[in-house]
């Protein structure tokens, strides 16, 4: 049984930092690519960032370049999204997600397991 827990969440200003935890267990962590997707209220589910099993290849959607930063440490099974200068528009519940495979994939139906998501609250 794959498991996928977010931790890290919150409600901070904008122009502060959070940094996201997601501890997967029941497979082999390195073999799998993980991503982070966002939702908000009203709107679609968008892929943040992204980072292949190795970690050695990442992917950021526009929204987040320059500002976000996905990391994994495949030692301890976790992948981190580091985010800075956040905006109100950041507002919304981070889900981190495995995939089948080691390579990145950017559409959410090649993701087979969820984490339950965690509230990220920026205030203006």
């Known amino acids: 049984q794959v498991q996928l827990v977010e931790s890290g969440g919150g409600l901070v200003q904008a122009g502060d930092s959070l940094r996201l935890s997601c501890a997967a267990s029941?497979?082999?962590?390195?073999?799998?690519?993980m991503g982070w997707f966002r939702q908000a209220p009203g709107k679609e589910r968008e892929l943040v960032a992204a980072?292949?099993?190795?970690?050695?290849?990442?992917f950021y959607a526009d929204s987040a370049k320059g500002r976000f930063t996905i990391t994994r440490d495949n030692a301890k099974n976790t992948v981190f999204l580091q985010m800075n200068s956040l905006k109100h528009e950041d507002t919304a519940v981070y889900c981190c997600?495995?995939?089948?495979?080691?390579?990145?994939?950017?559409?959410?139906?090649?993701?087979?397991?969820w984490g339950q998501g965690t509230q990220v609250t920026v205030s203006s």
């Open positions: 029941g497979r082999t962590f390195n073999n799998y690519a």
């Open positions: 980072i292949s099993g190795s970690g050695e290849r990442t």
């Open positions: 997600a495995t995939t089948s495979g080691v390579t990145i994939r950017t559409i959410s139906s090649s993701y087979d397991y």
